[in-house]
């Protein structure tokens, strides 16, 4: 089964300054990896995805993530965060063949910028 | 934009009581899933729901849980005799396909057991 690591459960950081938020996964198959958000008193919407191909995706917003296989981490990033971009961010992954296909979530990080 | 709906946003219950937390899922949309998130826990899996019928459930989902689609547009899910550690919050999601497919989730159904 696969499983996901968000190792930060919270971010604090400074508005315009760059963010990272990580996110390790393990499985023994081809994966595909989510970024989720979840803006206060809302469900959750897709940042980007990673299906296969570029290994760097762009998604909503100024974000984009970084699939590295060696590594099995699939971090976020952002040069330069904005107030509104304070909300939770969850990683998630699926099996891209065979078995389940379900999204496995991270505990998710919360991102908070100030100003 | 279409978008996934949840009713009540907020419950509170008794404990041993049964509570019905219902979505609308995209209308288009061909697959459906329960999610909970204990406070401070992961988003946890379910069940999803296929072609009117379960087709994954987790270890989470047993007897005291069922799942239904009773006219075509609501999906709702059942808990039978609610617990202590049931107090989550439950998000519904919908998609398109599976796998590959991105979901889209409700904004959720805090649920309370006292």
């Known amino acids: 089964a696969q499983s996901v690591t968000q190792l930060d459960s919270q971010v604090p950081v400074f508005e315009e300054a760059p963010v990272e938020l990580r996110c390790n996964y393990s499985s023994s198959v081809s994966v595909y990896l989510f970024w989720y958000v979840q803006y206060p008193n809302q469900g959750l919407q897709l940042l980007l995805k990673?299906?296969?191909?570029?290994?760097l995706v762009k998604g909503i917003n100024g974000f984009e993530a970084e699939f590295n296989k060696s590594q099995t981490s699939f971090h976020l990033r952002k040069p330069s965060v904005h107030i509104s971009d304070t909300a939770e961010y969850f990683c998630a992954v699926s099996w891209a063949s065979g078995g389940s296909y379900i999204p496995t979530f991270g505990r998710g990080t919360s991102l908070i910028v100030h100003p | 934009e279409p978008e996934v709906t949840q009713t009540p946003s907020h419950q509170v219950t008794q404990m041993g009581q049964e509570v019905i937390l219902r979505c609308v899922p995209i209308s288009n949309h061909l697959y459906f899933y329960w999610y909970r998130q204990i406070l401070g826990q992961k988003v946890e899996f379910l069940v999803s729901f296929y072609n009117n019928e379960i087709s994954e459930k987790s270890e989470i989902f047993d007897d005291q849980f069922s799942v239904e689609r009773p006219d075509g547009s609501n999906f709702t899910l059942k808990i039978r005799s609610t617990k202590l550690e049931d107090s989550a919050m439950y998000f519904c999601a919908s998609s398109r396909g599976r796998g590959r497919n991105e979901q889209f989730f409700g904004p959720g159904t805090r649920l309370t057991v006292l």
């Open positions: 990673y299906l296969s191909g570029s290994t």
